[in-house]
């Protein structure tokens, strides 16, 4: 996807180990999000960031933590892996607060086993 | 409790036919409802975005109608191609900031 770059596409890890996804942007865009995305759910957003070091929380947020040291990237960091987390994970970029303009990744697989 | 219900979860149908998605949302205080397609294993791409105001928008072979009334919306592809093959994720703003996903329909189009 044009614009926003997420990597690893794929990774497995263990229990117990802690794991950092990145999310990198080349739009300058103010917004970036982190949601998860299971079978049979809606996407879920886990925390976003509306600036540099500004950052809040979402709606399944606990185990997670996340940073943004630059405007380009957006860090998702799950501190001891879990099977529970186990999920694609998106970013996604916005100009403006709920915008038009939102654009996602194309998504992280994590297994944790 | 803000939510936003899709049907049917899935969907086939033949290559050259019209079809219609549903979906169903609470979200209050409404801001904005798009569609969003996104194909296995990729992330969603915009279809369609709709304001309060508007009842219908279309992007080609999809036409997207709002009933912000009844708190419906639908979305019709017309003329159904191979490439339609994907899920179709309903998504409602609210609060200007917070937003609510559906679940999503897995369209798959047979030739």
């Known amino acids: 996807d044009a614009g926003i770059t997420q990597s690893p596409r794929h990774k497995v890890t263990e229990t117990g180990t802690p794991v950092t996804l990145r999310c990198h942007q080349t739009?300058?865009?103010?917004?970036m999000y982190w949601y998860r995305q299971d079978p049979g759910h809606g996407l879920r957003l886990i925390h976003y960031?509306?600036?540099?070091?500004?950052?809040d929380k979402g709606e399944v947020s606990d185990g997670y933590s996340v940073s943004r040291s630059k405007t380009e990237d957006f860090l998702l960091t799950l501190e001891s892996a879990t099977s529970s987390q186990t999920s694609v994970y998106f970013c996604?970029?916005?100009?403006?607060?709920?915008?038009?303009?939102?654009?996602f990744g194309s998504g992280t697989r994590l297994t944790v086993v | 409790k803000n939510q936003v219900e899709q049907s049917p979860q899935s969907l086939i149908i033949l290559e050259g036919k019209n079809c219609t998605l549903q979906?169903?949302?609470?979200?209050?205080?409404?801001?904005?409802l798009r569609w969003y397609k996104q194909d296995t294993g990729r992330g969603p791409v915009s279809l369609t975005i709709?304001?309060?105001?508007?009842n219908t928008k279309s992007n080609g072979r999809y036409t997207a109608t709002l009933d912000a009334d009844t708190k419906q919306s639908s979305l019709h592809i017309t003329a159904s191609q191979l490439s339609d093959s994907a899920s179709y994720i309903c998504?409602?703003?609210?609060?200007?900031?917070?937003?609510?996903f559906g679940a999503g329909t897995r369209l798959t189009v047979k030739p």
């Open positions: 996604a970029i916005s100009e403006s607060a709920g915008g038009a303009g939102y654009t």
């Open positions: 739009e300058n865009h103010r917004y």
């Open positions: 960031s509306y600036g540099v070091k500004d950052t």
């Open positions: 979906c169903n949302y609470t979200v209050s205080p409404f801001s904005n």
């Open positions: 709709m304001t309060f105001s508007e």
């Open positions: 998504v409602v703003s609210f609060n200007n900031n917070d937003m609510r």
